[in-house]
């Protein structure tokens, strides 16, 4: 399977964007996606997953803020990112795991991965 991700840009403090991941490839067996963030400097992380069954969870410092849905028909993951701050900025991944029994943002869990998206907030 393939991940391709896109809407990343610069945004001022306060406004929003819509990334997406497209999946391609063989995409029978998905158990949970998943979008992770990685600054420069810091450890790579977990910001939103979505499970087969639509159970979704955020990240501490993005709920509220950050909502991840999917879209099956489509093979499509998105990320609506709101209320940016300065410290989103980061490169974001999609992230696709095909098997477990439950779902979380460690990165290891997951297989396959895109190439990331760049976010940039100003102040």
């Known amino acids: 399977v393939q991940l391709q991700e896109s809407g990343g840009g610069s945004v001022q403090s306060g406004g929003s964007l819509r990334l997406s991941c497209v999946a391609s490839g063989d995409t029978v067996n998905i158990y949970c996606m998943a979008w992770f963030r990685q600054a420069p400097g810091k450890e790579r992380e977990g910001v939103a997953f979505?499970?087969?069954?639509?159970?979704?969870r955020s990240g501490f410092s993005v709920k509220d803020r950050f909502t991840v849905s999917q879209d099956k028909s489509k093979n499509t993951l998105y990320l609506e990112v709101n209320n940016t701050k300065p410290e989103d900025t980061a490169m974001y991944y999609c992230?696709?795991?095909?098997?477990?029994?439950?779902?979380?943002?460690?990165?290891?869990?997951?297989?396959?991965w895109g190439k990331g998206t760049q976010v940039t907030v100003s102040s």
């Open positions: 979505i499970d087969r069954d639509g159970n979704t």
């Open positions: 992230a696709l795991r095909r098997y477990g029994t439950f779902c979380d943002l460690v990165p290891g869990r997951f297989g396959f």
